[in-house]
C-alpha cells in the first residue's frame, strides 16, 4: 500500500458538487484561529528548526502514542530514551497501516500533503523516504514558519498563573504572521487536594512578590495575575476538570479549609468541593470584568494506568471518557453568575459523547443581548474530534441550538504540524450543509450558504474573541 492517487484528492470527504463548490470557493483560503492549544510559546519565541518530524510528530503526541501501544510496539520505541528518532519514527511507520479508520489515518496524511507535498501512504516500505523527505523541509522551517504557512492568524496558548509570559513578550517583539497570545489555565488554585498544592501557593507567592497566608491575600495574588495576562494580550481562561464545582459555600469556610490547607492538614473531600467552588466562582467574575471567554473542558477521566504515569508522568496517554455528572452543576455555577450578571461568554466541551444534547441545552438557557452566541457548545473535543464525531456535534448545535453562531474549530494540539484539522472540519462541515441542500432540508442558495460557512470557519471567532481590544 504506497499509492495515494485516489485517496485524500482535493475533494477528499467532499461528496457533491455543492459541498465542493462550498469548500474550494467559500472554506479553503480563509485564515485560521486556533484559540486553544498546547503549543510551546518557547518553540515559536526561539524561532530555530525543529530537529526533525518525530520531535514535531511523536513527542507528546498522547493519540499517537496509544496507537503505537494499541499496536502492541515496546515502549521505548514510543516514550523511551534510549531509542532514536528516527526508530521512533519507523515504529510510527509500522502502526500507521493499523489505524486505517482511526482519524489518525487522516490526520497523518493531511499532514504529510500539506507540510511535505507527499502524497504516499506511510508504510514500513515508504517510511525512510518519507522521513527524509520531511527533515529536509523542517530544517528550513521554523515553528513561526509553519503556522502561516497554514495561515493561522492567532494562536492561543494554555499557561499556568504563575508563568511569567517571557515567551509570549518574545514573540510579540518578533512581529510574527501568527499572534500567540496566552490563556489562562488556573487548574492547580481550584484542585487544592493535590500533593503539590501548598508548594504550588509558594510559587505564585513569589511571583507576586507576597506572602499568601489567608483567602483574602490569594484573590488578590490571583487578581495581580490575571492583570498581568490581561495586559499581554490574554482574552480567554481555561479549565481541564471532571466536572464544574458548585457546592454551596461560604467565604469564611473557603478561608478555613485555605488556611488548614496551608498548615499541611488533611482536608475532606468534602471542604475540598466547597473551597474549589468558591474559588472558581470568584475566578469566573474575574474573567467577566475583564470581558475574558471562559473555556470549561469537562468530563475525562485521568491517569488511569498507574504503571504508565509512573514510569512517564502527566499526558502519558492514559485518559479516558468519563461518566461525571455535569447538568446540575453547571446550571447552578451559570445562574449564580447571571444572576449576578457577572457570567462571560463562556464555551464548554464534553467529552462524553452521550451527554451531548445536555450540554448543547444547557448553553442556550442564558443568553445576552447584542451578543449573538454568547454561551457556546464547543466543537468536539480530543477523543471526539473526529469525522463521526464533529458530524454529531453539528448536527446536535443544528438541533438544540444555533449553527450559524458556532465559533467553529480548534486543535487543542501540541504539535505545529496539526492544523490541516482545521481543512478537516471545514470538509466535514461544507460536506453535511452540501447533504441536507441534497435532501431539500435546505435552500440551494450558495451565497447565502457559503456565507454561514465562512462565519462558522472564521468571521464568527473573529467577531466573539475581541483579539484586538
Request: glycine share 4%; charged share 25%.
Amino acid at each position: 500500500m504506497t499509492s495515494n492517487s485516489t485517496f485524500m484528492t482535493s475533494n477528499f470527504l467532499l461528496q457533491s458538487d455543492v459541498a465542493e463548490t462550498l469548500y474550494h470557493q467559500y472554506a479553503k483560503d480563509l485564515p485560521i484561529i486556533d484559540y486553544h492549544n498546547h503549543l510551546s510559546p518557547q518553540r515559536i519565541a526561539e524561532d530555530q528548526p525543529i530537529n526533525n518530524i518525530t520531535e514535531a510528530w511523536l513527542n507528546g503526541d498522547h493519540y499517537k502514542w496509544r496507537a503505537m501501544r494499541a499496536n502492541g510496539i515496546e515502549e521505548t520505541y514510543i516514550t523511551g530514551s534510549e531509542t532514536t528518532e528516527k526508530e521512533k519514527f519507523m515504529k510510527w511507520a509500522e502502526t500507521v497501516p493499523y489505524t486505517l479508520r482511526n482519524p489518525l489515518f487522516h490526520w497523518t496524511h493531511l499532514e504529510l500533503q500539506r507540510y511535505f507535498n507527499v502524497d504516499e501512504i506511510l508504510t514500513p516500505s515508504s517510511a525512510e523516504r518519507i522521513y527524509d523527505k520531511a527533515n529536509a523541509v523542517l530544517e528550513t522551517k521554523t515553528p513561526a514558519q509553519l503556522l502561516e504557512q497554514m495561515k493561522v492568524e492567532v494562536i492561543c496558548t494554555t499557561d499556568d498563573p504563575t508563568d511569567t509570559l517571557e515567551h509570549h513578550k518574545t514573540i510579540a517583539k518578533k512581529g510574527f504572521f501568527t499572534k500567540v497570545l496566552p490563556t489562562f489555565r488556573p487548574d492547580n488554585l481550584i484542585l487544592i487536594e493535590a500533593e503539590g498544592f501548598v508548594s504550588y501557593i509558594e510559587k505564585l507567592s513569589a511571583r507576586v512578590g507576597f506572602t499568601i497566608s489567608n483567602l483574602s491575600e490569594l484573590l488578590q495574588a490571583i487578581q495581580n495575575r490575571v492583570d498581568f495576562f490581561d495586559a499581554l494580550g490574554c482574552r480567554l481562561s481555561d479549565y481541564g476538570l471532571e466536572q464544574i464545582y458548585a457546592f454551596d459555600f461560604t467565604e469564611k469556610k473557603a478561608d478555613t479549609i485555605f488556611q488548614k490547607r496551608l498548615s499541611q492538614a488533611e482536608i475532606s473531600k468534602e471542604d475540598a468541593r466547597v473551597f474549589a467552588s468558591y474559588l472558581l466562582f470568584q475566578l469566573c467574575k474575574m474573567y467577566h470584568a475583564k470581558g475574558w471567554v471562559q473555556q470549561f473542558h469537562l468530563g475525562a477521566l485521568r491517569n488511569n494506568n498507574s504503571r504508565l504515569l509512573d514510569q512517564i508522568g502527566l499526558d502519558a496517554g492514559v485518559d479516558s471518557i468519563g461518566d461525571f455528572s455535569q447538568a446540575k452543576a453547571m446550571s447552578k455555577l451559570f445562574n449564580q453568575l447571571d444572576a449576578e450578571n457577572a457570567l462571560s461568554k463562556t464555551i464548554t466541551y464534553n467529552l462524553n459523547p452521550s451527554q451531548n444534547e445536555v450540554f448543547a441545552t444547557m448553553m442556550g438557557n442564558y443568553s445576552e443581548a447584542g451578543i449573538p452566541g454568547k454561551m457556546q457548545w464547543g466543537s468536539g473535543w480530543w477523543f471526539l474530534d473526529q469525522k463521526d464525531g464533529m458530524e454529531k456535534q453539528l448536527n446536535t448545535l443544528s438541533n438544540m441550538g444555533l449553527l450559524s453562531r458556532f465559533v467553529g474549530m480548534l486543535t487543542d494540539s501540541r504539535s505545529f504540524l496539526s492544523f490541516p484539522r482545521h481543512e478537516y472540519f471545514r470538509r466535514i462541515l461544507c460536506n453535511l450543509i452540501a447533504e441536507d441542500v441534497k435532501e431539500g432540508l435546505v435552500p440551494n442558495d450558495i451565497e447565502f450558504l457559503g456565507k454561514m460557512v465562512q462565519d462558522i470557519c472564521y468571521n464568527n471567532a473573529v467577531r466573539y474573541f475581541n483579539f484586538e481590544h
